[in-house]
């Protein structure tokens, strides 16, 4: 039974592009499809955490908006982080699904016990991530891993449940 599902951002939550406004203004685009299923997860009571190696105050708002258990930003060593959220809730490894893109999530992917990939994702990822989606970055794929997670778990009445 997954307890904790865990998100890198830029290539997963964003198809890994980063704009920029005249003003400098960093500009990022989030699936709303994906927030629907990460929201309906924190209100089945799995916790939910965002990984990330760069900070943005753009994620710090999307973390609010989905009411995301854990923000951690500009982190360097994903796994000693996850390390912490594992050991503060008392949930193994094997409870924990994980979506990552690029070299630093592979010693996650590597660990837990559900692990996802986008489509797109770099070949490093894709080697070790127990499932590779079909669906890109930003263009689904948390979404597609929250539905596959639900099926897997058994859970896909009660996520319906929340909205019908």
């Known amino acids: 039974m997954v307890k ?7 290539g997963c939550m964003t198809d890994g592009s980063i704009s920029y406004d005249s003003n400098a203004n960093e500009i990022k685009t989030f699936n709303v499809k994906d927030g629907l299923g990460i929201v309906t997860l924190n209100k089945m009571g799995i916790k939910t955490a965002i990984i990330t190696g760069r900070e943005s105050k753009i994620v710090e708002n999307r973390a609010k908006e989905l009411h995301i258990s854990y923000l951690y930003q ?4 994903k796994l000693e982080k996850l390390d912490e959220i594992l050991e503060k809730e008392g949930i193994r490894y094997s409870e ?14 590597k660990r837990v016990g559900y692990s996802f990939a986008p489509s797109d994702a770099c070949i ?3 080697e070790v991530a127990k499932i590779v989606l079909k669906r890109g970055g930003g263009k689904g794929a948390v979404r597609e891993m929250i539905e596959i ?6 859970l896909k009445e009660r996520f319906i449940k929340h909205w019908v």
Do not use: S
């Open 124 to 126: 490093y990822a894709k």
């Open 74 to 77: 500009g982190v360097k060593k």
């Open 4 to 10: 904790l599902v865990g998100f890198d951002v830029d």
């Open 96 to 109: 924990v699904a994980y979506i990552g893109d690029d070299i630093n999530d592979t010693p996650i992917l």
């Open 149 to 154: 997670l639900l099926k897997q778990c058994d």
